[in-house]
């Protein structure tokens, strides 16, 4: 018993006006006078390079909240029918945290003609919170240009950049001539 209250006393931290302690490998254990304030819950489309291969994400955000220890949860409405958890086949979750916030970002697995949208719930002491929003999933790009558009905008880099070697070649010739003085013969 001793030894166990040694622990305990070795592993208590002060953060602001709360104190914690760590037992086994990450359980926390929050002492404070603060009262319990449920967090703000905002949810954005992601980018990320993730459209390349068929996937969008979403980006779920906790913050300003006490204790800060939150669990996310995803569900999903296709146009007006009724909320179904996100099976885990069609998404993955990954989560960030960081001092005063947690994130979780969603990443979907999603067909060109998907209508779905997505709610985002965070789990905290003081209760559930839904974000205010839902946000549609990003659809992918636009398709590539075409072929002759592409020649057109490599010409018109070619130009721009032999105009750019001209007038600095101009600029230098100009300089060599203007510290070389009048010639004598």
Known sequence: MIWTQQVLVSLCFTVG??????FGSGTKLYVSDVQVVKPVVSVYPAAS???LE?????????????PPLV??????????????????AEGEQLQLRESGRTAAIL?????EDSRYKYRCSVHHE????????????????PPLPSQHQVKLLCLLYTVLIVKSLV???GLSLLMVLRNKGP???
Request: proline share 9%.
């Open 126 to 141: 003081g209760g559930a919170v839904e974000a205010p929003t839902e946000p549609e999933v990003c659809t992918p790009p």
């Open 71 to 88: 669990q996310f949860s995803w569900k999903r409405r296709k146009d007006s029918g009724p909320l179904e958890d996100v099976p885990s």
């Open 17 to 22: 006006r709360y104190y914690y302690l760590i």
């Open 107 to 111: 990443l979907v697995h999603q067909r």
């Open 49 to 51: 390079r993730a459209h």
């Open 183 to 185: 010639s004598t013969i």
């Open 54 to 66: 068929g996937r969008s994400s979403l980006l779920c955000l906790a913050s300003a909240m006490f």
């Open 167 to 169: 007038y600095c070649c």
